[in-house]
């Protein structure tokens, strides 16, 4: 069982930038891929960005590449979403998930997810 605990969300006005991170129980960490989802309200939980279990490869909703970066550090159990140039259609819960292997654009691909990290963005 991985356990993940996100943090670092919060209130950022629309251009700045947070960092979210994603810490996980696990000390097999690396050997699953990471991925990271958002849920706005009133809308489905989306893809935003995904790293591989090195962290070599990553993906990212076409919309948001260039302002989200991923980036995991396998010796401390964490991965990071960096959000630059944040605007108010950014405004979600933000989800970290581990995935054993699969199409990691996809949720069925994870097999253990966080609670959720709020993040707003005020225009």
């Known amino acids: 069982q991985v356990q993940l605990v996100e943090s670092g969300g919060g209130l950022v006005q629309a251009g700045g930038s947070l960092r979210l991170s994603c810490a996980a129980s696990?000390?097999?960490?690396?050997?699953?891929?990471m991925g990271w989802f958002r849920q706005a309200p009133g809308k489905e939980r989306d893809f935003v960005a995904a790293?591989?279990?090195?962290?070599?490869?990553?993906y990212y909703a076409d919309s948001l590449k260039g302002r989200f970066t991923i980036s995991r550090d396998n010796a401390k159990n964490t991965v990071y979403l960096q959000m630059n140039s944040l605007k108010p259609e950014d405004t979600a819960i933000y989800y970290c998930?581990?995935?054993?292997?699969?199409?990691?654009?996809?949720?069925?691909?994870?097999?253990?997810w966080g609670q959720g990290t709020q993040v707003t963005v005020s225009s």
């Open positions: 998930a581990a995935s054993p292997g699969g199409v990691l654009r996809k949720e069925r691909a994870y097999d253990y």
């Open positions: 790293c591989s279990r090195s962290g070599e490869n990553t």
């Open positions: 696990e000390r097999t960490f690396s050997s699953y891929a």
